[in-house]
């Protein structure tokens, strides 16, 4: 019987890949991949593994995620052990949920294996706390590239003027909107912020400024990039470790 394992392969740095992770991309008799997933991975695979990318990128989806989770199900009908290998964590921003759903309404067997997030390890290696206590509590992960298809943001800027931290995924071509949309919500423009590209890798990028200034010091950074925004970014400049 066939399983699909959809598979977190964590920010970047391959030493953060999960055992279990590890174990079941040894095993794979095919392994369908992201653009953000680390390509010394894939060098674990066995040789005869059919290595299949599906990844996308900002203006070029290559495939759409329902042809993908086709090839997915396709696959599990023709071998045994087949990984869903997606940066990051699966369930995070990952369409993971989409795609186990569809494996599910075609009666097919899956497993969820978490990765570690680049929402939490991606501040980590900027020397930067998601949480501080007497300074944060608390923090939120929240999308920084909203579907095309919805006709107005979901996101509620109004809650996000309490003093906890801020983390967007996916948010360098929007960031200029994105701090935009805090200011007007009320979030003071003074708030410290940092864009943090290609984190966890040896090309690992940081900048910080204010909500006000930070697009124009970021805005050119390569992508994948995350934002940090909150008093714990001040940290930075004493816990700074990586690089």
Request: aromatic residues 8%; glycine residues 8%.
């Amino acid at each position: 019987m066939s399983k699909v394992y959809l598979t977190g392969a964590g920010p970047g740095d391959i030493e953060l890949l999960t055992l279990k992770a590890s174990r079941v991309i040894k095993e794979a008799d095919i392994i369908i991949y992201d653009n953000l997933v680390n390509k010394e991975i894939l060098k674990m695979a066995k040789k005869d593994a059919i290595l299949k990318f599906v990844g996308k990128e900002f203006g070029k989806h290559l495939i759409p995620q329902d042809e993908i989770n086709e090839i997915i199900y396709q696959a599990s009908l023709k071998y045994k052990n087949v990984v869903r290998l997606k940066g990051g964590d699966p369930f995070v921003f990952g369409r993971g949920g989409e795609e186990a759903l569809y494996l599910r309404k075609k009666d097919i067997a899956f497993e969820i294996i978490p990765g570690i997030t680049s929402s939490i390890s991606v501040p980590a290696y900027a020397g930067i706390p998601v949480t501080q206590r007497g300074i944060s509590c608390s923090f939120k992960v929240v999308t920084g590239h909203e579907s095309a298809e919805k006709p107005c943001s979901q996101i509620n800027w109004k809650s996000f003027l309490e003093d906890e931290t801020i983390v967007f995924l996916m948010g360098l071509h929007n960031l200029s909107l994105i701090c935009e949309n805090l200011i007007n919500a009320g979030k003071n423009k003074n708030t410290p912020c940092a864009v943090i590209s290609k984190g966890t890798t040896k090309e690992q990028k940081v900048v910080i400024s204010t909500l006000e200034n930070i697009y124009e010091k970021a805005k050119d950074l390569p992508t994948p990039a995350i934002i940090v925004v909150g008093e714990v970014v001040n940290l930075r400049e004493d816990l700074n470790w990586f690089l």
